[in-house]
């Protein structure tokens, strides 16, 4: 970033718009209260838009309607300008990928990487960034035990990894890791229209997954993953990123 345009950052005063993407708002609203609860805890200052129903594009864009997303996005850049939107928080990895690339006036971060910045907030006294040999004592003692699952839009194609790791970890869990992690995650069989086109197929991948989990508890920051993973899980116990954290933080 340039000096004139960090000169421009520092002076440009907007509000901070947490915007919790369609499947969240209407399927998963406990997840949307989840966040606000944290995001009121570390002292963000923030607006919701109770009555805001408007898509990010995000479907409409990956099933190739081109035209029908271009105007989503207008009426989405109309709408930021009108509240004076400077930054959006989202807690979907799918409204993350979208908006930081189509609005790229406007600063986009991932709740993850908002709860990282933030983590001491949270958890002082256990807050675990940095790979000290103190730190490394603490992480071999026996802990709980988690496997975080990498969702595709936060993980490829957001290059968003280490952020929730150090989380659960500062929270005193252990992570266990798939086989096929980070750059290399399998997708949970729940994204990019299959299960609406394909439902058996789509759970099948999402058992292969849950099969593979090294720990008994998954994780994951993604609410298209936690509602699949949820919905075929018999023993594996599946949580998201904002339960686990209120399991620990009083908020």
């Known amino acids: 970033m340039g000096i004139f345009k960090k000169i421009k950052k520092a002076f440009k005063f907007g509000n ?23 995001f009121k805890k570390i002292g963000l200052n923030f607006i919701s838009l109770p009555d805001f129903e408007m898509c990010c594009g995000s479907p409409v864009k990956n099933a190739g309607y081109s035209a029908e ?18 930054k959006i928080i989202t807690n979907c990895p799918s409204c993350y990928e979208v908006l930081s690339k189509s609005h790229p006036d406007i600063e986009v971060e991932h709740a993850t990487v908002t ?17 000290t040999k103190e730190n490394k004592q ?21 290059g968003i990894y280490e952020q929730p790791r150090q989380v659960l970890k500062a929270l005193g869990y252990e992570v266990l890791e798939f086989t096929n992690t980070k750059i290399n995650s399998l997708c949970c069989g729940g994204g990019g229209g299959l299960l609406t086109n394909n439902k058996d ?25 936690y509602q699949h993973f949820k919905n075929n899980a018999k023993d594996v116990k599946v949580l998201e990123f904002s339960e686990v954290i209120l399991k620990h933080v009083k908020a």
């Open 16 to 38: 901070t718009l947490y915007y919790p993407g369609c499947l969240t708002k209407f399927v998963l609203p406990h997840i949307e209260e989840n966040y606000k609860k944290i």
């Open 69 to 86: 997303f271009k105007e989503l996005n207008e009426k989405f850049e109309s709408f930021l300008k009108e509240y004076n939107i400077t």
């Open 115 to 131: 709860i990282f910045n933030n983590a001491t907030k949270l958890i002082p006294e256990k807050i675990i960034l940095e790979n």
């Open 138 to 158: 603490l992480l071999d003692n026996k802990k709980p035990q988690v496997t975080y699952h990498d969702p595709c839009h936060l993980g490829r194609k957001s």
């Open 201 to 225: 197929l789509a759970n099948d991948i999402c058992k292969k997954r849950l099969h593979a989990c090294k720990a008994k508890t998954l994780v994951t920051p993604c609410p298209m993953c």
